[in-house]
């Protein structure tokens, strides 16, 4: 149980493109969805909370407009990188939590997106 | 904010000898204390936590210690072997209106020899 799906897996792409990242929760319903970048060797930085119907929550320093969330359901988050630069090239993971409150947070496999 | 300090960076041991990664946190709000392995190229992947009514965990060959007084918490590995070797991160969260978000130590790379 917990699985988290994330897809597409791998992006290349030119510069100045739109990119779009989703985050599914299978087998259970997640109100909360985080989304994290993670650097080669690097630790996980959250860069946004996501809640369903409302908002996300953005850490600071992430640009909200470069970085859209859309939380539309219980089991979907998706992340856009919009007019995405080469410095946007990272890989990029969500995760999402069983119940509410505190509980462990699953993650999707990640997706490693290069801009050229 | 909180902050989640983790050490060693690198750790190397011989299979069968035992591991032990340490972690400090700053928030004395924070009560739950996830670890996290992670595969390069993979997903981090959950192997244990702790909520801060309990001060030991034990599952198997991996145990982790938290103690609040101090604000530290770590984990043990037992009779490591060379498919323990991986990323390991250390996280802490708080309830609240911080949705129980996490903020993840710099991760320790464990390598096991053969």
């Known amino acids: 149980g917990a699985v988290v799906s994330q897809h597409p897996s791998r992006v290349i792409c030119k510069s100045g493109t739109s990119v779009k990242i989703e985050c599914r929760s299978l087998?259970?319903?997640?109100?909360?969805m985080f989304w994290y970048r993670q650097f080669p060797k690097q630790s996980l930085m959250l860069m946004a909370t996501?809640?369903?119907?409302?908002?996300?929550?953005?850490e600071q320093g992430v640009e909200k407009d470069k970085f859209l969330i859309n939380h539309a359901s219980l089991t979907l988050s998706t992340l856009t990188v919009t007019s995405a630069h080469p410095e946007d090239s990272s890989f990029y993971i969500c995760?999402?939590?069983?119940?509410?409150?505190?509980?462990?947070?699953?993650f999707g496999d990640g997706t490693r997106l290069s801009i050229l | 904010g909180e902050n989640v300090e983790q050490h060693p960076s690198t750790l190397s041991v011989q299979e069968g000898d035992s591991a032990v990664i340490k972690c400090t946190y700053s928030?004395?709000?924070?009560?739950?204390f996830p670890w996290y392995k992670q595969e390069l190229g993979k997903r981090p992947q959950l192997i244990i936590d702790?909520?801060?009514?309990?001060g030991e965990k034990k599952d198997q060959r991996i145990a982790v210690t938290l103690n609040k007084t101090a604000k530290h918490f770590s984990l043990h590995i037992t009779e490591t072997q060379p498919e323990d070797s991986a990323v390991y991160f250390c996280?802490?969260?708080?309830?609240?209106?911080?949705?129980?978000?996490?903020?993840f130590g710099q991760g320790t790379i464990l390598t096991v020899h053969p």
């Open positions: 928030d004395s709000a924070s009560n739950y």
């Open positions: 995760s999402a939590r069983v119940q509410g409150g505190l509980g462990p947070q699953h």
């Open positions: 702790i909520r801060s009514n309990v």
């Open positions: 087998d259970f319903q997640a109100t909360t």
């Open positions: 996501s809640n369903e119907g409302s908002k996300a929550t953005y």
């Open positions: 996280a802490a969260a708080s309830g609240g209106t911080s949705y129980g978000k996490l903020t």
